[in-house]
């Protein structure tokens, strides 16, 4: 289909919808944000959408925990119509704080089945990060999943992070082992030259570098950093250092795998 | 109702980063006998919910089962062989709870019935022996701020219950206070007993109008006249007549700031200054369809005391001077300026009554790293000074960028509009605030304004911004304003200032009862503001609103009689002429005086190299990297940022001003830097004002503004203006304001000045600030595409610099490091700066510029070490190179000169011809080049090598001091 649709959802507290929606647009869908409170009214307009974006902020001030109140949100009233939108081949991208919401959702990893929301079954989180304080800074990230739809293999990508709870951890090593042997670590953080590393590389101490997850079926993606923060190339630092500005800067990749994957697929 | 206790613990094995953060404050207190901390959150909720229930909001809600344990109830002291003390830290009855809102509306989704209350506290186990004067000293320093928090220790003797939630309800008494035949004696203790910082004609000029009417005013009454005409609110002293004695001279002022720096704008009369000085924030254009607003505030006195809620509410109180500009900006970059004492200050040095200067410094970057951050603004610019006579006095300056279409920048409330209050509840936080603000602090002051303090909470002012932007465009009110200091009595009054207006204070919506109508009506209780609204849109505007959660309710409407006229319950508490409330405040003739010091040039040996002092002006606190706060800041929100904060090859080389890109549709940018020098001051206030706007103007320049296009603003803090020599300095800053906006060309269009920043210590001596002038410039960029950055690009290009040196070590970093004033303070010559500064921009936007640095603090040689180490190549140079003046011929004036209106460029070989004819008939040199090599070289003639140090060391040196 030519026609992509995608929903950026609004809450209180959230603050990259704008952005998120104007890369969204450059990519060639047809983006529109919306208040949760209109889709908890008419669950039914997701039907509408292909794509779903859980954009970054601080929903509801990120009280408790980052994400949690929003993702309590969610479960309590859209579950059903979120499972459905996934198990429909559609695609949900969380970047940040949407991120966090997909985790505390058990959207991703989706170990409990894809789409499968819940509030407490969960094996994975993300929490603090080691430093204890937000950061904005610019990382390397290396795609770790072949299956996920926004990822585009073998390609390394520069974004910015700015976040203060953005450090994964499971509940045990098998979990771990689990997430990595099904594919579900969709990118890490990696150096300049491709490698693993301590702090800054690693910027919150996430296990095993993760910084993004997907769910068994790939179209589901959380991650940490900010795609939509770097499409044009006068958004990355070293714009004025870099020879070849041609076309859209690395964050555009996620965006325009997606479009993509809809036309294709619908 | 049953009280449900939830405590929320890290899990064995996952860190507790707040236990951490709190072991090493204690280290810092050279406590040893604590060994570790753990860190728990504690939530209170009065609900009518089961046992069962209880265990599912602990379990789904309050807590994550991957990393977190809970407990429901009070868990004693931990099990172990180790002592274990126990400190909960609770917010005081009546103060905002931020959490609050968001678990109650979670509760609510969960289906959890009736909940009377929501309280958050923070618990701590010390593990170690500690002594009882210990754990007070650790409750007090680190963990607790008596202003807003109750510290209980659980088990111990004397353990107290938390605060109650819970407050009295209030008993409407109409209270009179009677003036008229009192003494003046007797009318200064009214005003000193109630804070109304009221002097005695003011006084006078309130008793001689209640005389008149041959009644006595209300309490709402006096209150609303101190708050209105508070020096926070109507800056009586920049507006009063002044007598100068300049060196024996005198001049006359009948309106200072008005024969000073709103006379440069009239006198320069931009055709794209759209509204200037007359609302919340200036406006001058940006393209066809939008403009730009621009306010810079103090919040000083309250982060002196509350450094976290302090600065909170200074970034959230600025971000809605745009909001309530015109009819309403959206909100597009921060930016904030702080002054603190050193931070390594000695504690037994820090007087009585005030915060240690790292702990202010801490909990003003939190705060507003946490309320920036969650508004979804960038702060995309700042700066940090150090020096210690801001001990008790910190400075914290926050600035906001909006956004706003060209046809709505002004206001039209009218009669029959009906008064609406949107976003946040009225509490008790902030009662007298703006008349708090305007006086001297002393070291009481902690205890008696702890109610000036207010707590923020973004996401009530974010929600409110998003409903706002949706009414504004679907043109559903006709005017808008911020409650700021003076809540709802400025709002209201400002607004109806030409019409009248009438407001029921008891449909006031507040956060807990008990609140008597005039505290209703001076709070400055956060995240409000007030619009005029037409009946016939009530309808619709209400319904965006509700959609999103917000609250508004309509208190009252616009009358048409120029009353304002209060009622509680329908009785009549208070009612004033808006002439008499507005424009009765007397004018004051002050007396000012400024004598030019008599200062002398030490006379310091000339050295073999400078490597040592290079280090040393690297290592200072103003000059070092501010790493630390920047990366705590989202400067990238939004998606506009062009020239951030950290660019280079390792993204930490500081740039010189920032640039965002506001709008998808298109390449044009807006620019943003800021310029300040007390040392400067020291030596002579003038020529420190005129250095700040050139190095505001020179910053934006550096990186791609057109000159032409630059807008500036003035923020003054100072000391006590009724001594003459006090005023004296401000006058001269202000003829430079003056001076220097004509002769860039480039309007003042917003200011404010926050007065009386002296402290009296407990033994009667008294601390003022330096004389501090904040110049903070906005530009256009009309392409984006052409900005540069402040890095070395390549090996090979050419460096140059521009303008001239000067025998200028006056005030220097180099005489700071190395104890020494000096008497030579940097003097702009206005016509000369203003002209380079055209050609700088001409080069860089025809492309001949590969970088491009201003020299500031440290002069040359720390311009260069900066470019060098942010674009990891070295720079050879040789100061023969150097175009300096006659006088100007030690080795250390021409290294570290701070001689103002000077730029270093990096050029393409290939482009030097082109380069050169720009820069005809302007002081320009050859002073080295970009190399390989990873060193900062600098010679003085070919036998001679004056700096010779490796970049990394130079980046070390610079980077150490902030990493915290």
């Keep these: ?266 | 109702m049953k009280q449900w206790r939830f405590e929320i613990s890290s899990k064995q094995g996952f860190p507790d980063v707040g236990g951490r953060d709190v072991l090493e404050d204690i280290r810092q207190l050279n406590i040893d006998s604590v060994e570790d901390v753990v860190s728990e959150k504690v939530y209170l909720i009065e609900a009518d919910f089961d046992r069962a229930f209880a265990e599912r909001v602990a379990g789904e809600l309050l807590s994550d089962s991957v990393c977190q344990d809970w407990h429901i109830g009070k868990s004693g002291v931990p099990a172990g062989p180790m002592a274990a003390t126990l400190i909960e830290v609770h917010l005081k009855s009546g103060v905002t709870d931020p959490a609050a809102e968001s678990v109650r509306a979670a509760l609510s989704d969960m289906g959890a019935g009736k909940v009377d209350s929501v309280r958050t506290a923070r618990k701590y186990v010390l593990l170690g022996t500690v002594s009882d004067a210990e754990r007070e000293t650790i409750a007090r320093r680190i963990l607790a701020n008596d202003c807003i928090e109750d510290v209980i220790y659980p088990g111990a003797p004397g353990d107290a219950d938390p605060p109650s939630p819970h407050v009295e309800p209030y008993q409407m008494k109409l209270t009179e206070i009677p003036i008229c035949g009192l003494s003046d004696a007797q009318l200064m203790q009214i005003s000193k007993e109630k804070d109304m910082f009221l002097n005695l004609k003011e006084m006078q000029t309130i008793q001689a109008y209640y005389c008149d009417l041959d009644r006595e005013p209300t309490d709402v009454e006096l209150e609303t006249l101190a708050q209105t005409w508070s020096e926070h609110c109507v800056h009586k002293t920049l507006k009063s007549s002044v007598d100068m004695e300049l060196d024996g001279k005198k001049i006359h002022f009948d309106n200072l700031i008005k024969e000073t720096i709103f006379r440069a704008t009239k006198d320069l009369n931009k055709n794209w200054c759209i509204s200037v000085f007359a609302d919340n924030a200036g406006v001058i254009e940006f393209d066809d369809e939008h403009a730009v607003c621009f306010k810079v505030e103090t919040h000083n006195h309250p982060s002196a005391l509350d450094p976290y809620g302090g600065a909170a509410t200074g970034i959230g109180g600025v971000i809605r001077d745009p909001m309530g500009t015109g009819m309403g900006a959206m909100p597009v970059a921060n930016t904030d300026i702080f002054c603190f004492a050193r931070p390594d200050m000695k504690l037994e040095d820090v007087p009585k009554g005030v915060l240690h200067p790292r702990r202010i410094m801490k909990g003003v970057v939190a705060g507003v790293r946490d309320y920036g951050n969650r508004m979804g603004i960038p702060t995309v610019n700042g700066a940090l000074y150090f020096d210690d006579r801001y001990l008790s006095n910190p400075l914290v300056f926050c600035g906001n960028v909006g956004l706003i279409p060209r046809q709505k920048c002004f206001k039209n409330p009218q009669a029959g509009n009906l008064v609406i209050v949107v976003g946040g509840r009225t509490g008790r936080d902030g009662i007298h605030g703006a008349t708090f603000s305007s006086g001297e602090m002393t070291h009481e002051h902690e205890t008696i304004f702890s109610h000036a303090v207010q707590i923020g909470n973004a996401i009530t002012e974010k929600k409110m911004l998003d409903t706002l932007l949706q009414a504004r465009d679907a043109n559903l009110y006709e005017a808008i304003t911020d409650c700021g200091a003076g809540g709802l009595s400025s709002a209201v009054g400002e607004m109806g200032e030409k019409l009248g207006a009438e407001v029921d204070l008891e449909k006031v919506p507040l956060k807990y009862a008990g609140l008597s109508y005039t505290e209703i009506w001076i709070s400055e209780a956060q995240e409000r503001m007030v619009i005029a609204v037409k009946p016939e849109n009530l309808d619709a505007i209400m319904a965006i609103f509700n959609a999103e959660n917000v609250e508004a309710t309509v208190i009252g409407q616009f009358t048409g009689d120029k009353k304002l006229t209060l009622r509680y319950n329908g009785t009549q508490v208070g009612q004033l002429e808006m002439d008499f409330l507005h424009e009765g405040i007397c004018k004051y003739d002050r007396k000012a005086k400024w004598e030019t010091k008599k200062l002398s040039e030490p006379v310091l040996p000339e050295k073999d190299n400078y490597n040592d002092d290079l280090h040393k002006i690297l290592s200072s606190y103003n000059v070092a990297s501010k790493e630390w706060v920047i990366r705590q800041y989202d400067h990238e929100v939004q998606g506009g940022s062009v020239i951030k904060p950290l660019m280079g090859t390792d993204n930490d080389g500081p740039m010189d001003a920032a640039v965002i890109r506001p709008k998808y549709e298109h390449d044009k940018g807006v620019s943003l830097s800021c310029g300040m020098n007390p040392c400067y001051g020291d030596i002579d206030p003038y020529w420190m004002a005129l250095a700040g706007i050139d190095e505001a103007i020179r910053n934006l320049v550096c990186v791609g503004t057109n000159p032409e296009r630059i807008a500036l603003l003035d923020n003054y803090c100072w000391g006590d203006c009724t001594r003459p020599e006090m005023l004296g300095a401000l006058v001269r800053a202000s003829q430079a304001c003056y001076d220097g906006a004509m002769g860039f060309g480039a309007p003042f269009i917003s200011g404010k000045d926050s007065l009386n920043n002296e402290f009296v210590c407990d033994d009667g001596t008294r601390i003022a600030i330096p004389y501090t002038l904040l110049i903070s410039a906005i530009g256009l960029v009309d392409d984006i595409n052409t900005c540069v950055t402040m890095d070395a690009k390549q090996p090979g290009n050419l460096i140059f610099a521009v303008g001239l040196t000067k025998n200028e070590l006056g005030g220097s970093h180099f005489y700071k490091v190395n104890g020494e004033l000096g008497a030579n303070v940097p003097k702009t010559d206005v016509k000369s700066a203003a002209q380079t500064a055209k050609r700088i921009h001409k080069a860089i936007i025809t492309g001949l510029v590969r970088s491009c640095h201003d020299c500031s603090e440290g002069g040359l040689a720390v311009a260069l070490a900066e470019m060098a180490f942010a674009g990891g190549y070295g720079i050879e140079a040789d100061l023969r190179g150097l175009p300096a003046s006659d006088d100007c011929m030690k080795t250390d004036s021409l290294l570290f000169s701070e001689s103002n209106s000077r730029y270093l460029v990096e050029v393409d070989p290939p482009n030097y011809d082109a380069f050169a004819r720009l820069m005809l008939n302007i002081p320009f040199g050859q002073v080295g080049e970009v190399i390989k090599d990873k060193k900062l070289l600098i010679h003085n003639g070919i036998q001679k090598t004056v700096i010779d140090v490796e970049l990394n060391a130079l980046k070390a040196a610079w980077q150490k001091p902030l990493a915290w």
């Design chain 1, 1 to 266: 289909m030519d026609n992509v649709k995608a929903i950026v959802l609004r809450a209180a507290g959230i603050n990259c919808d704008m952005e998120t929606e104007h890369a969204l647009r450059l990519a060639g869908a047809q983006a529109e944000r919306i208040h949760i409170n209109r889709v908890i009214d008419n669950p039914a307009m997701l039907d509408n959408y292909q794509i779903m974006v859980f954009p970054g902020g601080f929903s509801y001030g990120d009280d408790v925990a980052a994400g949690k109140i929003l993702a309590n949100q969610v479960v309590r009233h859209l579950s059903d119509i979120l499972h459905k939108f996934i198990e429909d081949g559609k695609l949900v991208l969380g970047i940040c704080n949407g991120f966090q919401v997909m985790i505390k959702t058990g959207i991703v990893p989706g170990l409990n089945g894809a789409g499968a929301l819940s509030l407490t079954e969960h094996v994975v989180t993300l929490t603090n990060n080691d430093s204890g304080k937000f950061e904005d800074r610019w990382v390397y990230l290396l795609p770790g999943a072949e299956r996920c739809v926004f990822v585009e293999p073998g390609k390394r990508i520069y974004l910015p992070i700015a976040h203060g709870e953005g450090k994964i951890v499971t509940n045990n090593e098998d979990t771990l082992n689990r997430m990595k042997q099904q594919g579900l670590v969709a990118f890490r953080y990696v150096d300049a030259d491709g490698n693993e590393g301590g702090f800054p590389v690693n910027p919150n101490g996430s296990q095993d570098s993760i910084a993004a997850l997907t769910d068994l079926t790939g179209r589901a993606m959380g991650m940490m950093p900010h795609p939509e923060r770097c499409v044009r190339w006068t958004q990355h630092p070293h714009w004025t250092r870099l020879k070849n500005r041609e076309g859209f800067a690395d964050g555009m990749t996620i965006f325009a795998n997606a479009v993509n994957y809809v036309k294709e697929n619908f």
